[in-house]
C-alpha cells in the first residue's frame, strides 16, 4: 500500500474545527480565521475576524455558533498585554458574546487554548496560565460566565512539580 498526497499546504495551523460542510475552520494565529474548503481543496479567507487580536483554540458548536480564543497580537504569549478573551460569533460572523472579564471584574483567561461544549451548550476552555504551559479548565455558561475553574488535583499538581 503506498500513501499518495492529493495536496500539499504550507500553513501553520494553531487549532481546526469540522463545518457541517465538511470544510475545515482554520485557526492560525492571524486575526482572521481561514476555511480548507473540501469542494476545492483551497485555503479561504473567512468573515470571522477578531481584529486586532489573533485567533487561539476554535470550535464549531452543536446550534452553529462559532467559538474563538484570541489574544493581542504580539510575537510570544507572555507576558500578557492585552485582553485574553473567547468570542461567540453566528455562522455569518456576526460577535454575539464575549466572554472576557469574571463578575469582579477581573481577566477569565490568560490564554484560551482550546475550547469544546457539551451536549448543554456549556462551553469548556483549557487555559495555559505561563510559559510552563501550567493549565486550568474554565467553564462558561453559554449566557452568564465562569460556571466554574478546575485547576487540577492539590496532590498530582505537587508531585508533578518540575
Not at 5 to 15: A, M, P, R
Not at 22 to 41: A, F, G, P, V, W
Not at 113 to 136: A, C, P, Q
Request: aromatic share 6%; proline share 5%; net charge positive.
Amino acid at each position: 500500500m503506498t500513501k499518495e498526497s492529493l495536496h500539499t499546504f504550507k500553513i501553520d495551523v494553531f487549532d481546526m474545527s469540522l463545518l457541517a460542510s465538511l470544510d475545515l475552520l482554520l485557526s492560525s494565529k492571524e486575526s482572521n480565521l481561514e476555511i480548507l474548503s473540501c469542494s476545492t481543496s483551497k485555503i479561504e479567507p473567512t468573515k470571522y475576524s477578531v481584529n486586532p487580536s489573533v485567533t487561539l483554540g476554535v470550535h464549531k458548536t452543536s446550534d452553529h455558533k462559532i467559538l474563538v480564543g484570541t489574544r493581542e497580537n504580539q510575537p510570544k504569549a507572555f507576558p500578557v498585554n492585552g485582553p485574553r478573551q473567547v468570542i461567540m460569533m453566528s455562522m455569518n460572523g456576526k460577535k454575539e458574546k464575549v466572554y472576557h472579564i469574571n463578575n469582579n471584574g477581573k481577566p477569565i483567561f490568560t490564554v484560551p487554548y482550546r475550547i469544546t461544549t457539551d451536549n448543554d451548550d456549556n462551553i469548556y476552555v483549557i487555559d495555559i496560565l505561563d510559559k510552563e504551559e501550567s493549565g486550568r479548565i474554565v467553564a462558561l455558561d453559554k449566557t452568564n460566565g465562569v460556571r466554574w475553574i478546575y485547576m487540577g488535583n492539590p496532590d498530582i499538581n505537587k508531585k508533578n512539580k518540575h
